[in-house]
Nanobody, 119 residues
Framework: QVQLVESGGGLVQDGGSLRLSCAAS??????VGWLRQAPGKEREGVVC????????WYGDSVKGRFANSRDHSKNSVYLQMNSLTPEDTAIYYC??????????????WGQGTQVTVSS
């Protein structure tokens, strides 16, 4: 069974940047992404990235600001977040992901890492 451990969250000012990391142990996923959950809101897909070369899908709210990358040698994925706004405040999770019938779906996420953007 895979275990995913996120890190790198913290407090940042409006317009700032953060880089989240996700380390996987156990079996690996070909497609890994990130989702987030803001207070009082449902979980929202942020990115889903296949290692097959198909590229990454990004949610409209983060497109052009966030970039996902993978280091297969370290069994890790990273989420570079730039131009952060208070609306990006949420707990961020990495997870297995895939394209479902009604959008991207996620499972097996870790414990999450808190990102707080102050105005």
């Amino acid at each position: 069974q895979v275990q995913l451990v996120e890190s790198g969250g913290g407090l940042v000012q409006d317009g700032g940047s953060l880089r989240l990391s996700c380390a996987a142990s156990g079996r690996t996923f070909n497609t890994v992404g990130w989702l987030r959950q803001a207070p009082g809101k449902e979980r929202e897909g942020v990115v889903c990235h296949s290692s097959s070369g198909a590229g990454a899908w990004y949610g409209d709210s983060v497109k052009g600001r966030f970039a996902n990358s993978r280091d297969h040698s370290k069994n890790s994925v990273y989420l570079q977040m730039n131009s952060l706004t208070p609306e990006d405040t949420a707990i961020y999770y990495c997870a297995k992901c895939w394209a479902g019938v009604n959008g991207y779906e996620y499972e097996d996420w870790g414990q999450g890492t808190q990102v707080t953007v102050s105005s």
